[in-house]
């Protein structure tokens, strides 16, 4: 069983950063960031497998930089220029591959495949 618990959350201001940290017990190939705001679907932000490949949510693609640091069991997710539209929980999730080895990251695929979530820290950007 993958354990997660997520850390870095706050409060900045429009144009500031944020670093979110996820202790990892367990071993999975794909992990990543998720986030979701009250009344809206749960959507990924960006994916990383265990080869250091990394995929993006458009949206946030040059702002966010998701890595891993194998000796620590820590995935993190660093968050520059945060617009408010950024404000959600931000959830980390380790899940398995498909049958052909690729880290799919829809919320579906990480249920599907053994998945494992954080319990999410607020992450709140003011105007």
């Known amino acids: 069983q993958v354990q997660l618990a997520e850390s870095g959350g706050g409060s900045v201001q429009s144009g500031g950063s944020l670093r979110l940290s996820c202790a990892v017990s367990?071993?999975?190939?794909?992990m990543g960031w998720f986030r979701q705001t009250p009344g809206s679907s749960r959507e990924g932000v960006a994916a990383?497998?265990?080869?250091?490949?990394?995929s993006y949510r458009e949206s946030v693609k040059g702002r966010f930089f998701i890595d891993q640091d194998h000796s620590q069991n820590t995935i993190s997710l660093q968050m520059n220029n945060l617009k408010p539209d950024d404000t959600a929980v931000y959830l980390c999730?380790?899940?398995?591959?498909?049958?052909?080895?690729?880290?799919?990251?829809?919320?579906?695929?990480?249920?599907?495949?053994?998945?494992?979530w954080g319990q999410g820290t607020q992450v709140t950007v003011a105007s």
């Open positions: 367990g071993y999975s190939i794909c």
């Open positions: 990383i497998d265990s080869d250091g490949n990394t």
């Open positions: 999730a380790a899940w398995n591959t498909d049958w052909l080895g690729r880290c799919d990251w829809t919320v579906s695929d990480v249920n599907r495949r053994n998945g494992y």
